[in-house]
């Protein structure tokens, strides 16, 4: 299954909201999750099963959708969420991962 | 508190072989399924090799398939990637993870550079 990301880059500015689009080239249900890369920090995961908020996951953070087309948004931007987003489905194997989005500040 | 720590990465020839091994502690290594990703300089996270926690079953990337061995040693909570016949499109930072769909704990990494 190939995910393909959007935007690869993505600048905002703190308080802002935004989104990252995630999308599998066949339907693979909410066997989706999302994780967060930072220089220095072992990569985290945000959310799975499509919407999901792991546990320590902030209240800002959500995702939606099912089948093929996914969403992460981030409300409210603060300074530590200024990082690549990455999504995986793990609906079968090989596990796959989109191409990444790094959000950067304006 | 849950910890990965990959070691064994290093500069290796192509051609040659290197076993990377991740120490797990913090949690009951033996009930979870464990992975290998990696990352080449400058890209994406690649999925290589997932095994579950008995070991009964294991996947591997097509890119890796033949080549590398995932394996595992439940008495000493050590996750282990043999890489044989390396070449340079292997370089990366290889992690472990844990998870048996999504990956929730990760490891720092540890880089490995195929060159002549």
């Known amino acids: 299954v190939q995910m393909t990301q959007s935007p690869s880059y993505l600048a905002a500015s703190p308080g802002e909201s935004v989104s990252i689009s995630c999308k599998a080239s066949?339907?693979?249900?909410?066997?989706l999750a999302w994780y967060q890369e930072k220089p220095g920090k072992a990569n985290k995961l945000l959310i799975h099963?499509?919407?999901t908020l792991q546990s320590g996951t902030p209240s800002r953070f959500s995702g939606s959708g099912s089948g093929t087309d996914f969403t992460l948004t981030i409300r409210s931007l603060e300074s530590e969420d200024f990082a690549v987003y990455y999504c995986q489905q793990y609906n079968e194997y090989p596990r796959t991962f989109g191409g990444g989005t790094k959000l950067e500040l304006k | 508190e849950v910890q990965l720590v990959e070691s064994g990465g290093g500069l290796v020839q192509p051609g040659r072989s290197l076993k990377l091994s991740c120490l797990a502690s913090?949690?009951?290594?033996?009930?979870?399924?464990m992975n290998w990703i990696r990352q080449a300089p400058g890209k994406g996270l690649e999925w290589v090799a997932s095994i579950s926690s008995s070991s009964s079953y294991i996947y591997y990337a097509d890119t890796v398939k033949g080549r590398f061995t995932i394996s595992r040693d439940n008495a000493k909570n050590t996750l282990y990637l043999q890489m044989t016949s390396l070449r340079s499109e292997d370089t990366a930072l290889y992690y472990c993870?844990?998870?048996?769909?999504?990956?929730?704990?990760w490891g720092p990494g540890t880089m490995v550079t195929v060159s002549s």
């Open positions: 099963s499509g919407s």
């Open positions: 993870a844990r998870g048996t769909r999504y990956f929730d704990f």
């Open positions: 066949k339907s693979i249900s909410n066997n």
């Open positions: 913090g949690f009951t290594f033996s009930n979870y399924g």
